[in-house]
């Protein structure tokens, strides 16, 4: 990160009670929202993805989990592993804090509990992103202001 700010950087709109203030250029124009529920726990996405040669191929997801069982970091990773299908013991985390929320970051993956069962996860393709990038998408990613839209409010995201 060059600290000279992305002029190419777009905001990414409310979900689900949080805005996503920052994705950056190079990320896929195509935008789709979706909500589903796994394991008591409600999933709402973004997801910015790009056409490719043999199809599309996903950029950048953001996830707002809520459910009772998220009450720790702890035990959002340990819901993240059997979500992503990988081992609780794979992968590279370290902490870092969001704001005053606690959270793990990894080559591809930011995660924070913004409260007791209220939880953010940002995944991102890292052949097209950098680890700054990411650090820089999941700071973004706050509390939206009273009154937002949910995503099923919203005719879509807001893209410019």
């Known amino acids: 990160m060059t600290g000279v700010p992305d002029q ?13 203030s920052f994705v950056p250029s190079g990320v896929g124009d ?10 008591d726990v409600t ?18 997801r953001v996830h707002v989990l809520r459910g009772e069982r998220l ?20 992968g590279a985390f370290t902490e870092f804090q969001h704001g005053e929320d606690p959270g793990l ?21 890292p052949e097209r992103l950098t680890v700054d990038n990411l650090r820089s998408i999941a700071l ?3 509390a939206a202001a009273a009154g937002s839209a949910s995503p099923s409010d919203s005719e879509g995201p807001l893209v410019q």
Request: aromatic share 10%.
């Open 43 to 60: 999933v709402s996405t973004r997801v910015w993805e790009r056409q490719v040669e043999d199809g599309h191929r996903v950029d950048l």
């Open 30 to 39: 195509l935008v789709s929202d979706f909500t589903s529920e796994w394991e």
């Open 71 to 90: 009450a720790t970091l702890a035990e959002l990773r340990d819901f993240l592993a059997e979500y992503h299908e990988r081992d609780p013991a794979d």
């Open 140 to 142: 973004g990613v706050t």
């Open 8 to 20: 190419a950087a777009r905001d990414g709109g409310d979900l689900d009670g949080f805005r996503i």
């Open 105 to 125: 970051i990894g080559a591809a993956e930011a995660f924070w509990l913004a409260a007791p069962g209220v939880a953010v996860d940002v995944l991102f393709d």
